[in-house]
């Protein structure tokens, strides 16, 4: 960062190390999550909307100000809610039962985030819809759940084939993207691990194909995305490499989407098991 008055003639820039430090941005488990958790608390503001929240954790012992000691039966009853609380959030996000959350009766996709743009902040009163997207993601922001188009992005996820079985990383699935897609910017699928919410981990390191990528496509201007432990034979730009053993699910990104994202008049199949 330097003073706007440089910008004509910024400072040199230096590029710092990392080195080879390994690190996890991923929530953790177990009775380290209550530890995590407990630095939150005594870190941070206790902001109007989280009061309730903070009256829930108060009796488990997690109140700012005061130290948390549980004891062995405490701390036994804690990590068993953990591994029981984190399966609801699992079951919240990918087996989503919102009103209204479905793109399209016809697939599987669903609105990824259900924040209402234009009154974004009745958004933090639903506890069910701000946990879902919340347990895999980080932020949230208007721009990413638009009503009408303009700049912004938007989300759709699937956890579930054509037949309705979990994604599985040992199996081989097609997407077609059909043709016209309504976005003025481009689009994109991603794959992301069902265990830990973060980008897959394959060999290849490909975790994602995009319009701005040299696709193959079909005559009719649709685009298939093969997901798969396998690559198919002349369908190696439009691959994306799974790991058997692994479940995954998908987000589906609008960037500027069009009207035909809006009315749903634009399908997204659902991804199918070959």
Avoid at 14 to 24: P, Q, V
Wanted: charged letters at 25%; proline letters at 9%; hydrophobic letters at 40%.
């Amino acid at each position: 960062m330097y003073p706007y008055a440089q910008h004509d003639n910024p400072p040199k820039m230096d590029i710092l190390d990392a080195g080879t430090k390994t690190w996890s941005g991923l929530p953790p488990r177990g009775m380290e999550y209550w530890q995590r958790l407990n630095e939150v608390i005594q870190a941070e503001p206790i902001e109007t909307r989280d009061i309730f929240f903070h009256a829930m954790l108060r009796p488990l012992g997690l109140e700012k100000g005061k130290p948390f000691k549980p004891d062995v039966r405490q701390t036994k009853i804690l990590t068993d809610a953990a591994l029981v609380g984190e399966a609801m959030a699992k079951a919240n996000s990918a087996d989503r039962r919102f009103a209204g959350g479905g793109y399209r009766p016809d697939a599987h996709w669903d609105f990824a985030l259900q924040l209402d743009a234009d009154d974004p902040d009745a958004f933090w009163n639903l506890l069910d819809e701000r946990a879902s997207w919340f347990y895999e993601a980080v932020g949230a922001g208007a721009a990413m759940a638009p009503k009408r188009p303009g700049p912004s992005s938007a989300y759709l996820s699937a956890y579930k084939d054509k037949a309705g079985n979990w994604l599985d990383g040992g199996a081989t699935y097609r997407l077609r993207v059909p043709p016209d897609p309504p976005i003025k910017l481009f689009w994109s699928v991603t794959l992301y691990d069902v265990d830990t919410r973060a980008l897959i981990l394959n060999e290849q390191n490909i975790t994602d194909r995009s319009s701005r990528m040299d696709l193959r496509k079909n005559a009719d201007g649709s685009i298939d995305i093969y997901c798969g432990p396998k690559v198919l034979a002349g369908f190696e730009t439009n691959w994306i490499p799974t790991v058997p053993g692994k479940n995954w699910f998908a987000y589906f990104r609008f960037y500027q989407p069009t009207e035909a994202y809006f009315d749903r008049s634009w399908p997204l199949p659902d991804f199918e098991q070959l």
